[in-house]
């Protein structure tokens, strides 16, 4: 890509639609990464000006202030600054205000402004301005900033020809908004301190003012963006300038608010009474103490209905996709070890977890939903109430929400915390919600043990149930921590209402896609790589006399006339009977029947234990195992039925079912809380830290799920069931 290329970088406040005009100029040309150090997502893609040429775009994180509170605003404060050397300064910066609460969103504007760079404004929301009878002089507004001034409404792309029209200019004018002159005492400190700074190179020779007085305003040194003895000379420098002008911070924020304050008496006039807006009507139920609880639990049993029934048709068509690539791939090749590597191994493993592809994608479709139409705010809301009980608040329920998809940025998410005690008992619960990997292990079970005329509804509410235990699990968890080893204040929670907004349904569309990619790309290698490790292990060391057996009796099959019912029957049990103390045998089996005691008294066989042995790779592969290792059984070779069939055709020795009732609820248990995830690991880890923290979050989960399993077993078996 030329270095001349202009990079544009968006900006904006969280909840300003800033990334859904992001996703309108991109569309698919945009890779998603992180900043180097920090678990900061950072998206870049390109567009075409209407002339033609290429532009490159940077989708900054959401902030309020370049006074940084959290790594996402620092970040932002760094690449507009030029402090991140892998990210080039931007050339243009494009910010997209919510212009339905345009005061709000001036503050971070007129900072931006301060730094000189060629700007636009987009007034996203319009529709929403005007619908509470707002008038905002867009002419005078573009005068008083000196930057031009796009309306726009981009969830149905009205205003975005404008927009591609204004980015196209290369002649974007300088802004000429002017901030408050500092106090005549503050800025001769600040001169002083950026001597100082300068001396040591911690800031570059050409910056103004605002480069140190940004890196005084952190209070947190991991955000500042330097390293070594510059953490001490900005911990100084702050600490000198508070001794010395007490309240320095608190005047600076008072100036800008009352110019933005005479800037929006100039450009905006409100009715004199303003009517109720839809977002309040519809808080009024929805933010009900009685009536949000219920629309939370309406919501979730509905969403569970959908991905049972739903999914139910594109989930037979993979299903039948995979049966008739095995059943090619069986008959184009010759019996033999590659085949069955192929048709039992990579076709039966990587089809066994891509059956849920559907699933996984409305769950995500429904989280973008949420997100987009700012449904995602007002369940923190609902659920602060309960998250106080346990001594934590709404803002550590957003990254406990975001595990709910994954625990990865779950956890990542934890750094918009500001309070150290609530960021570490977040991490340590997080991978208690139920993320998307857990679908395929909870849909699997609860179809086996429920007959196919069950009602999809009461699958729904056994689904809801599973994440329901999965929360309170959580939340008894970080009452305990909170109560117990980590005492503490607990930290209030802050948090924007957003405007509700008709979701874009082209940037959600865009997130699904994403997410699809994603999960293929996980199915297509590390999954992949584990179904043939799997079947690999299930396989090999072969016995030659089973396997002799084996041949002997499947030629006898074949020689049986189709009418012979019954002793086809027969030859095939015994054929089953062969290939399972094949299986016991091999790898895979030994490790099953070595941990088969401890597991035993939870009503799980060795060939379960295989699955649990793999899932602590990624809970996923727990399905994955199981069709690997009942397909390696399998009497016939082009029989890739569901995994589900299968196991509930298993029996043991004595001819009793393996997956009762009992045996699958305590295997929902045990998913719902132990800790199976080594990505996930890793992560807490970095987070933490701590290789203390990792095990002991990877103790108590896992020991949790042990004897809440162990409990349900050994008291249902008692009861008699």
């Not at 406040?13 to 991109?26: A, Q």
């Not at 069950?454 to 970080?478: D, H, N, P, R």
């Not at 045990?670 to 990792?694: D, L």
């Amino acid at each position: 890509m030329s270095e001349t290329t202009p990079l544009l970088a968006i900006v904006g406040n969280p909840n300003s639609g800033k990334t859904t005009i992001f996703n309108l100029l991109t569309g698919l040309r945009q890779k998603v990464g992180n900043y180097p150090g920090v678990t900061v997502e950072k998206k870049i893609g390109e567009c075409y000006s209407q002339h033609g040429k290429k532009l490159r775009l940077i989708d900054l994180p959401g902030a309020y202030s370049l006074n940084a509170r959290s790594p996402d605003e620092a970040v932002l404060r760094d690449v507009l600054l030029g402090r991140r050397p892998e990210t080039p300064r931007p050339d243009r910066v494009v910010f997209i205000a919510d212009a339905a609460n345009l005061e709000r969103n001036l503050y971070l504007l007129t900072q931006v402004l301060e730094l000189g760079l060629p700007t636009v404004l987009v007034l996203n929301m319009m529709d929403i301005a005007t619908a509470k009878e707002w008038r905002i002089d867009l002419k005078k507004l573009s005068e008083e900033l000196g930057v031009p001034v796009v309306p726009m409404k981009a969830t149905t792309g009205s205003g975005f020809l404008e927009l591609k029209a204004a980015i196209s200019r290369e002649d974007v004018p300088l802004p000429n908004w002017q901030s408050a002159p500092l106090p005549e005492d503050i800025r001769a400190a600040l001169h002083t301190i950026r001597a100082e700074l300068l001396l040591t190179g911690a800031v570059h020779d050409k910056t103004t003012l605002l480069e140190p007085l940004y890196l005084l305003s952190d209070h947190d040194p991991l955000h500042a963006g330097i390293q070594g003895e510059y953490l001490g000379q900005i911990q100084r420098g702050r600490d000198t300038l508070s001794s010395t002008h007490p309240g320095w911070e608190d005047q600076l924020v008072a100036d800008r608010y009352a110019q933005i304050e005479k800037l929006t008496q100039d450009v905006l006039q409100r009715p004199d009474k303003e009517l109720p807006t839809l977002t309040q009507k519809l808080d009024a139920v929805l933010l009900h103490p009685t009536f949000g609880g219920i629309t939370v639990f309406a919501f979730l049993v509905f969403l569970f209905y959908l991905i049972f029934k739903v999914a139910e048709g594109p989930m037979g068509w993979i299903d039948a996709f995979f049966g008739d690539l095995g059943g090619w791939v069986s008959a184009i090749m010759p019996p033999g070890d590659l085949r069955d590597l192929i048709v039992d191994g990579a076709i039966a493993g990587v089809g066994g977890v891509v059956i849920f592809l559907p699933q996984i994608l409305i769950l995500f479709f429904f989280i973008g939903l949420m997100e987009d139409t700012g449904y995602m705010a007002r369940l923190a809301f609902i659920l602060d109430r309960v998250m106080s009980l346990v001594g934590l608040n709404g803002k550590a329920f957003l990254p406990f929400l975001s595990s709910y998809a994954c625990a990865i940025p779950g956890v990542m998410a934890t750094r918009t915390i500001d309070n150290p005690k609530d960021r570490l008992i977040t991490i340590l619960i997080a991978p208690l919600a139920s993320c998307s990997a857990r679908i395929p292990v909870y849909v699997l079970l609860i179809s086996a043990f429920m007959p196919d005329t069950v009602s999809t509804w009461i699958k729904a509410c056994i689904m809801v149930g599973l994440y329901s235990l999965g929360t309170f699990g959580a939340f008894f968890f970080a009452w305990i921590l909170n109560k117990g080893i980590m005492r503490g204040a607990n930290a209030p929670m802050i948090l924007e209402m957003p405007t509700y907004k008709m979701p874009a349904l082209k940037s959600i569309l865009l997130l699904v896609w994403q997410r699809a990619k994603a999960f293929l790309v996980r199915a297509g290698t590390i999954i992949f790589g584990i179904s043939i490790l799997i079947w690999a292990a299930s396989t090999y060391p072969k016995n030659h006399e089973l396997n002799d057996k084996a041949a002997v009796i499947e030629e006898r099959i074949a020689a049986l006339d189709e009418s012979a019912v019954a002793e086809i029957e027969a030859a095939k049990k015994e054929l089953a009977s062969v290939k399972s103390q094949h299986l016991a045998q091999s790898i895979a089996g030994r490790a099953g029947h070595l941990i088969e005691p401890i597991i035993k008294p939870l009503g799980y066989d060795w060939k379960i234990g295989i699955g649990l042995i793999g899932s602590f790779a990624a809970r996923e592969v727990f399905v994955n195992t199981m069709s690997v290792v009942y397909a390696v059984q399998s009497d016939d070779d082009e029989d890739l039925a569901p995994v589900r069939d299968r196991i509930r055709e298993e029996r043991h020795a004595d001819g009793t079912a393996v997956y009762t009732p009992l045996v699958c609820i305590s295997l929902l248990v045990f998913y719902v809380f132990a800790m199976q995830c080594v990505s996930t690991m890793a992560i807490v880890k970095r987070e933490t830290g701590s290789w203390g923290w990792m095990f002991f979050q990877l103790g108590f989960m896992t020991g949790t799920a042990y004897i809440l399993s162990l409990g349900i077993y050994q008291i249902g078996t008692a009861l008699g069931y």
